[in-house]
């Protein structure tokens, strides 16, 4: 069984204070945790015996949509079987029911490399082109291609077990992969070295050194034969970073390894178990602990990987959708750089709004919003045999549109909210703005103060940068709020975000979420929530605000500068934005929860409101790494180009 890390619980009276003796802590993730969530780890229990089914819905708020204060609480293993379950259901209730507004049959395109054959469109530079594809008159926005993934064929030697101690990359068994053979396949035991839970207890690891030429992929396949071993694999390089990881699926406690090298060189595949990690990995005693252990068996490949590059022509502001079915199990997609700007292989098309025009369904969805006019490319890889992908272009729904603009509405009054499109139970009353000024040491004559700084900030993030970036000359966004304006919500492009209320009161566990994560805008009447009680609790928890209040801080200014950057995070979800690291050294405005101070605006002081507090906007930055895309994504070029006219 997996540990528990602690859970977020916030039980609130109706006057918005603490129920008496408090919710249970939730504690901050440490640093072994922050480090595999860096690496794509999930840290929480995953689902049990009872929900191991592909489509049982996890407990707690959606990962994707949520700005979670703990996100190592998160079930992201069972979020993507339950996401991957609804959205083929989605995709098949689509082809049913409906014909997506297509011009016509999409463009018909057959692979022109030949079945068993490498190298001739494996790169951006030889790429098949798509002749026709385009959203412009006279052009089709869809093609269907069909092709074929021939990989080098290898094989695996039985070798016998390493022998201990083998725990570190200098004590490393030689695998001799990409030196004498293709792969290997062996057993070993997690738990027999000196480190293990009968040794020093610090954990122990079995090492597999390889070497690997740019465009090898490996494979590697863990067996655990019992359910004793919770395993996990760590792929690092010989300076000892980790560059790819693999736990188990929930369901079994096997683990699969799939990576693909761009630089050759040497490697080292760790085997150990849940949540074992190496603080330094050329020490094999530097365990964050011996936690789970067992037997196992385990095969390695390594080989000659096929890619199959496509080339599409696209206009600034095109959204671009694809899906994979048959034997592939990766998309991505370049941009005209050409740079990978987002790979992926997984379906989370179900948190596209219903009526997204953008396909789904498949082994794997991309989905990405063209910041410059020119040659795109769609990336097919990861697989051995025949494939089917569909690549779709639109338009932004609100271009031509009467009313052409899109409203965001800020709701300080209070509301009543039907949470259950969050997880939540149904229509709640959430509690007003200014009942929370109090735990922030404010008062109602603050209010005003407060909500004109929110504004600015929203402002400045949503509007001023976009407008600055001089991407879209037809950017529109009117920012309306409740003190300032009548409620427009339920009229036509108006979307909201609600900000007050608990979680308690909604029955949603997180700090702020959106309704969907819309590429292109298409569903331009959405609703978010930004919840005050965590955000307001007793100092101590990295995720209040008063964590970082002194008698140093302008209290207005930096309550006002954090919760509009919250605001603003959940506006980019339903305006199409992922998220990205938080852990890295890009403060970026779609970071996910557990770094707050940089989501906060919080200076190197780490004090907020003071002259050192930071400016954090949408930008570029790499994918979250524990949601299952890879590559760059720009947060801002994804937005701007949906809200426009």
């Given at each position: 069984?997996?540990?528990?890390?602690?859970?977020?619980?916030?039980?609130?009276?109706?006057?918005?204070?603490?129920?008496?003796?408090?919710?249970?802590?939730?504690?901050?993730?440490?640093?072994?945790?922050?480090?595999?969530?860096?690496?794509?780890?999930?840290?929480?229990?995953?689902?049990?015996?009872?929900?191991?089914?592909a489509n049982a819905k996890p407990a707690g708020a959606n990962p994707y949509l949520a700005l979670?204060?703990?996100?190592?609480?998160?079930?992201?293993?069972?979020?993507?079987?339950?996401?991957?379950?609804?959205?083929?259901?989605?995709?098949?209730?689509?082809?049913?029911?409906?014909?997506?507004?297509?011009?016509?049959?999409?463009?018909?395109?057959?692979?022109?490399?030949?079945?068993?054959?490498?190298?001739?469109?494996?790169?951006?530079?030889?790429?098949?082109?798509?002749?026709?594809?385009?959203?412009?008159?006279?052009?089709?926005?869809?093609?269907?291609?069909?092709?074929?993934?021939?990989?080098?064929?290898?094989?695996?030697?039985?070798?016998?077990?390493?022998?201990?101690?083998?725990?570190?990359?200098?004590?490393?068994?030689?695998?001799?992969?990409?030196?004498?053979?293709?792969?290997?396949?062996?057993?070993?035991?997690?738990?027999?070295?000196?480190?293990?839970?009968?040794?020093?207890?610090?954990?122990?690891?079995?090492?597999?050194?390889?070497?690997?030429?740019?465009?090898?992929?490996?494979?590697?396949?863990?067996?655990?034969?019992?359910?004793?071993?919770?395993?996990?694999?760590?792929?690092?390089?010989?300076?000892?970073?980790?560059?790819?990881?693999?736990?188990?699926?929930?369901?079994?406690?096997?683990?699969?390894?799939?990576?693909?090298?761009?630089?050759?060189?040497?490697?080292?595949?760790?085997?150990?178990?849940?949540?074992?990690?190496?603080?330094?990995?050329?020490?094999?005693?530097?365990?964050?602990?011996?936690?789970?252990?067992?037997?196992?068996?385990?095969?390695?490949?390594?080989?000659?990987?096929?890619?199959?590059?496509?080339?599409?022509?696209?206009?600034?502001?095109?959204?671009?959708?694809?899906?994979?079915?048959?034997?592939?199990?990766?998309?991505?997609?370049?941009?005209?750089?050409?740079?990978?700007?987002?790979?992926?292989?997984?379906?989370?098309?179900?948190?596209?709004?219903?009526?997204?025009?953008?396909?789904?369904?498949?082994?794997?969805?991309?989905?990405?919003?063209?910041?410059?006019?020119?040659?795109?490319?769609?990336?097919?890889?990861?697989?051995?045999?025949?494939?089917?992908?569909?690549?779709?272009?639109?338009?932004?729904?609100?271009?031509?549109?009467?009313?052409?603009?899109?409203?965001?509405?800020?709701?300080?009054?209070?509301?009543?909210?039907?949470?259950?499109?969050?997880?939540?139970?149904?229509?709640?009353?959430?509690?007003?703005?200014?009942?929370?000024?109090?735990?922030?040491?404010?008062?109602r004559a603050d209010e005003d103060a407060v909500i004109d700084a929110v504004i600015a900030t929203?402002?400045?993030?949503?509007?001023?940068?976009?407008?600055?970036?001089?991407?879209?000359?037809?950017?529109?966004?009117?920012?309306?709020?409740?003190?300032?304006?009548?409620?427009?919500?339920?009229?036509?492009?108006?979307?909201?975000?609600?900000?007050?209320?608990?979680?308690?009161?909604?029955?949603?566990?997180?700090?702020?979420?959106?309704?969907?994560?819309?590429?292109?805008?298409?569903?331009?009447?959405?609703?978010?929530?930004?919840?005050?009680?965590?955000?307001?609790?007793?100092?101590?928890?990295?995720?209040?605000?008063?964590?970082?209040i002194t008698p140093a801080s302008d209290k207005v200014a930096f309550v006002g500068r954090a919760?509009?950057?919250?605001?603003?995070?959940?506006?980019?979800?339903?305006?199409?934005?992922?998220?990205?690291?938080?852990?890295?050294?890009?403060?970026?405005?779609?970071?996910?929860?557990?770094?707050?101070?940089?989501?906060?605006?919080?200076?190197?002081?780490?004090?907020?409101?003071?002259?050192?507090?930071?400016?954090?906007?949408?930008?570029?930055?790499?994918?979250?790494?524990?949601?299952?895309?890879?590559?760059?994504?720009?947060?801002?070029?994804?937005?701007?180009?949906?809200?426009?006219?």
């Open positions: 069984m997996r540990r528990r890390i602690a859970m977020v619980a916030a039980c609130l009276l109706a006057a918005v204070t603490l129920a008496p003796g408090g919710a249970a802590a939730r504690a901050n993730p440490d640093v072994d945790t922050k480090k595999a969530l860096a690496n794509g780890l999930q840290v929480a229990p995953k689902s049990t015996a009872k929900s191991k089914t979670l204060p703990d996100p190592a609480a998160a079930d992201l293993s069972g979020w993507d079987r339950y996401l991957a379950a609804q959205g083929k259901e989605r995709a098949k209730t689509k082809a049913k029911t409906q014909q997506r507004a297509l011009a016509a049959a999409p463009i018909l395109v057959d692979e022109d490399e030949p079945t068993g054959v490498r190298g001739s469109n494996d790169t951006p530079a030889t790429a098949q082109r798509v002749p026709g594809f385009g959203t412009n008159t006279g052009q089709n926005p869809a093609a269907r291609v069909l092709g074929t993934l021939s990989p080098e064929p290898v094989s695996a030697e039985d070798v016998d077990p390493n022998t201990e101690d083998d725990g570190s990359i200098p004590l490393a068994g030689d695998t001799g992969i990409g030196e004498t053979r293709d792969g290997i396949r062996t057993s070993g035991v997690v738990g027999d070295g000196p480190h293990g839970s009968a040794g020093s207890g610090s954990g122990d690891f079995d090492v597999y050194k390889l070497t690997a030429t740019a465009g090898d992929s490996i494979t590697a396949d863990i067996d655990t034969t019992t359910e004793e071993l919770d395993s996990i694999l760590l792929l690092l390089d010989a300076e000892g970073e980790i560059i790819a990881t693999a736990d188990d699926d929930g369901v079994s406690f096997d683990s699969l390894l799939n990576f693909q090298f761009t630089e050759s060189g040497t490697y080292y595949l760790f085997v150990t178990g849940f949540l074992t990690l190496p603080d330094d990995p050329f020490d094999s005693g530097s365990g964050s602990g011996a936690e789970s252990e067992g037997p196992y068996n385990l095969t390695i490949l390594v080989g000659q990987s096929d890619f199959d590059f496509f080339a599409v022509r696209l206009r600034k502001g095109d959204v671009l959708g694809a899906t994979v079915s048959g034997s592939a199990a990766r998309l991505a997609v370049y941009d005209t750089v050409p740079r990978e700007v987002q790979g992926s292989t997984q379906d989370a098309s179900f948190i596209f709004p219903v009526d997204t025009p953008l396909p789904g369904g498949g082994n794997a969805v991309v989905d990405y919003v063209a910041e410059t006019a020119g040659w795109h490319y769609v990336a097919v890889t990861s697989g051995s045999g025949t494939y089917d992908v569909t690549v779709e272009a639109h338009r932004p729904t609100l271009e031509g549109a009467t009313p052409p603009v899109q409203t965001l509405f800020l709701d300080f009054d209070g509301a009543r909210v039907n949470t259950a499109p969050f997880g939540g139970p149904g229509v709640r009353t959430l509690s007003p703005f200014e009942a929370f000024l109090g735990r922030w040491g404010l008062t929203v402002t400045e993030n949503l509007k001023s940068d976009l407008q600055a970036s001089g991407l879209n000359s037809r950017f529109r966004l009117q920012i309306k709020n409740s003190r300032d304006h009548r409620d427009t919500f339920g009229q036509e492009n108006v979307s909201r975000i609600v900000v007050g209320g608990t979680i308690d009161e909604s029955g949603v566990p997180t700090i702020g979420i959106a309704q969907t994560i819309d590429p292109g805008n298409f569903e331009t009447e959405e609703t978010a929530l930004v919840l005050l009680d965590i955000l307001s609790d007793p100092a101590g928890d990295d995720a209040s605000l008063n964590t970082y919760l509009g950057n919250v605001v603003s995070h959940e506006a980019g979800h339903f305006f199409g934005d992922w998220h990205v690291d938080q852990f890295n050294d890009i403060p970026n405005l779609m970071d996910q929860g557990g770094n707050f101070p940089v989501m906060f605006a919080v200076g190197p002081d780490n004090v907020g409101g003071t002259e050192d507090d930071t400016d954090v906007d949408f930008g570029e930055d790499v994918f979250n790494p524990g949601e299952g895309f890879t590559g760059t994504e720009d947060t801002l070029s994804r937005i701007v180009f949906g809200v426009t006219s």
